[in-house]
């Protein structure tokens, strides 16, 4: 079972190797940020930084905040050249290139991990039975596949370390860079897709959550990882093809972006509904119904 095992993650080990150009230029990445004063901090400082509340890490932020110094300029710079990247590497979803290839090292992990304990229950059956022999034998075999484990896994932390450290080194950076200061008047022409989709987060990119929320951030920069909110778009066209409505909406009632919360009473009516928990929210609040709110009032009453 060992021996298959290891010519299985022979052939993984080659896959991996397809990856390594990736690889590298997610190392080169992680090592321009930390150039810019990051590298030369404290990792202790930085994690209790990372993990701390508010108000329990204030000082600390301040103090790498202030040790950085003219870095900072460049810090977020780097951050916004290649945040899309930094989203996917720092975000709990693996991406395909290394799903796949992940999973299938778990299964021959897994395999080996039964392996160890296959040779541990010989191992205490070996002592039981007071046979030295074994017992020296089994013992050796147990530490051989621990040892082999640990290299193997080795291995597979790699592929996923700068994930990790990628999600480590935002989560500092919103505790000691700045908010980006947009005018959201300047967002025009959303196209009604994914790509519009991401328009919205490439130009909301670290600007103030406390403004422009979107469900994930009350307070600080904005970075999407996990958005708790639906994000709608709504473009219209008249019978001749010229544009008369483009807007974008953030489900929501406080601070969300985009066209504002409708009013309750209007020319279109919302109702309430249950969500999956049972609970009941106004429709007033839903993305779509703000922009159809807003499509109303641009379009003259017939």
């Known amino acids: 079972a060992v021996a298959a095992a290891l010519e299985r993650w022979q052939g993984l080990r080659l896959r991996a190797e397809s990856l390594k150009p990736a690889l590298d230029h997610e190392d080169r990445l992680m090592q321009e940020i930390l150039d810019r004063g990051l590298g030369s901090?404290?990792?202790?400082?930085?994690?209790?930084?990372?993990?701390?509340?508010?108000?329990?890490?204030?000082?600390?932020?301040?103090?790498?905040?202030e040790s950085v110094g003219q870095d900072r300029q460049?810090?977020?710079d780097i951050l916004m050249q290649n945040?899309?990247?930094?989203?996917?590497?720092?975000?709990?979803?693996?991406?395909?290139?290394?799903k796949e290839l992940l999973a299938e090292m778990d299964v021959v992990l897994d395999d080996l991990k039964k392996a160890q304990d296959a040779v541990h229950d010989q191992l205490l059956s070996a002592k039981e039975g007071e046979n030295m022999s074994a017992v020296r034998a089994c013992g050796r075999s147990l530490n051989d596949l621990k040892a082999l484990t640990r290299r193997l896994d080795g291995e597979r932390r790699g592929l996923t370390k700068n994930s990790s450290l990628a999600a480590f080194l935002i989560t500092?950076?919103?505790?000691?860079?700045?908010v980006r200061h947009i005018d959201p008047a300047h967002l025009q022409n959303i196209l009604p897709s994914y790509e519009g989709y991401l328009q919205i987060l490439d130009f909301y990119?670290?600007?103030?959550?406390?403004?422009y929320c979107f469900g994930e951030h009350f307070s600080g920069p904005n970075w999407f990882t996990r958005l708790k909110r639906n994000v709608a778009i709504l473009t219209v066209c008249d019978a001749t093809g010229i544009n008369v409505y483009n807007s974008f909406s953030v489900s929501g009632e406080h601070k969300t972006p985009g066209a504002p919360t409708a009013p309750e009473r209007g020319q279109i009516f919302s109702i309430e509904a249950e969500d999956e928990h049972g609970r009941v929210f106004d429709r007033r609040h839903d993305a779509e119904f703000?922009?159809?709110?807003g499509l109303c009032n641009v379009i003259p009453a017939q």
């Open 172 to 178: 500092v950076c919103r505790r000691i860079l700045p």
């Open 205 to 211: 990119f670290f600007s103030d959550a406390s403004l």
């Open 290 to 293: 703000k922009l159809l709110t």
């Open 41 to 65: 901090e404290d990792r202790k400082t930085l994690r209790k930084l990372a993990s701390g509340g508010a108000r329990e890490s204030e000082m600390e932020a301040a103090q790498v905040a």
């Open 83 to 98: 945040h899309r990247e930094l989203l996917e590497l720092s975000t709990t979803t693996t991406p395909d290139s290394k």
């Open 74 to 76: 460049r810090l977020q």
